[in-house]
């Protein structure tokens, strides 16, 4: 806050002021130049902009009966309209004060409705909450709380240690975890690989056999088509030759050549056609 007392003055556009006439409120004052008289007139300005302001540590005790420490930040700003602004020089003597011990005591209130670990995850929860509370007791000053941030929740020492030592314990869980899962990924992608090259294997040895059991057929075929008739033939040349060198006499009928071998002195038979 600033005061003027000299006949011509200038409000900036971020000010807004009242002026005082014999101690008695008398106008609204907007920004830009203004003239006043000297010891009747006064005016006081407020800067309405957002005014950043630290919500000093403190211990608070939690509803499990932990005391940790916490602190925040808040954003404020005077409202711009004449009833707002009168309200912030009639209604509290200093409001940055006033405003600030009233974040301190509903901090603490805040986090004794929680426990540790309620705590530890409620920051936006607990701003929100605060900020809602402060409005309510900061529109009678002509304030305006925009916006509150909870910065730090530090628990005492012995606690942080525990939740360091699970937190690891934790990690060391999800990464064993982790390693019996690609494990476990491995060995089912192995079997899968040795089923696979099992099956390409008994799958080629099908078509090896097939393809033998094929060649055998095809033999037989031809051998049951091109073989039979001529073995027939062969069979019957060598009776012939082995009678013409042992000198035995032979038959000729009307379908060939029949060699017959007689034993001691049997005559030849001769058929009706040919003998020889």
């Not at 509370?133 to 942080?160: C, F, H, M, Q």
């Not at 699970?166 to 992608?189: D, H, I, P, V």
């Not at 099992?198 to 099908?206: D, S």
């Amino acid at each position: 806050m600033r005061t003027l007392y000299f006949p011509i003055y200038t409000l900036r556009p971020f000010e807004r002021g009242i002026q005082e006439t014999l101690g008695k409120y008398s106008r609204f004052v907007l920004p830009g130049l203004g003239f006043q008289i000297p010891f009747v007139h006064l005016i006081r300005v407020r800067d309405v902009r957002e005014h950043t302001m630290d919500i000093h540590p403190q211990p608070v005790i939690t509803k499990d009966n932990v005391e940790i420490q916490v602190d925040g930040i808040m954003w404020v700003r005077p409202t711009v309209d004449e009833e707002s602004i009168k309200k912030t020089f009639y209604n509290i003597d200093d409001w940055k004060k006033a405003i600030i011990q009233l974040a301190m005591t509903n901090l603490r209130q805040e986090f004794g409705d929680l426990t540790l670990d309620e705590s530890l995850v409620a920051r936006e929860k607990i701003a929100g909450n605060l900020q809602r509370i402060l409005n309510t007791y900061a529109v009678e000053w002509g304030l305006t709380v925009s916006k509150v941030e909870i910065r730090l929740i530090d628990p005492p020492e012995d606690i942080k240690k525990a939740m360091h030592k699970q937190k690891t314990s934790e990690q060391e869980r999800r990464s064993m975890r982790l390693l019996a899962t690609g494990e476990f990924e491995a060995a089912e992608q192995q079997k899968l690989a040795i089923i696979q090259r099992a099956q390409g294997e008994c799958e080629a040895a099908i078509q090896v056999a097939q393809g033998k059991a094929e060649a055998i057929r095809l033999v037989n075929e031809a051998a049951a088509r091109y073989f039979v008739g001529n073995a027939q033939m062969l069979k019957q040349m060598e009776m012939i030759e082995t009678s013409l060198r042992n000198n035995s006499k032979i038959v000729i009928t009307e379908h060939g050549i029949s060699p017959t071998l007689l034993l001691g002195s049997l005559p030849m038979s001769v058929s009706t056609e040919k003998t020889a």
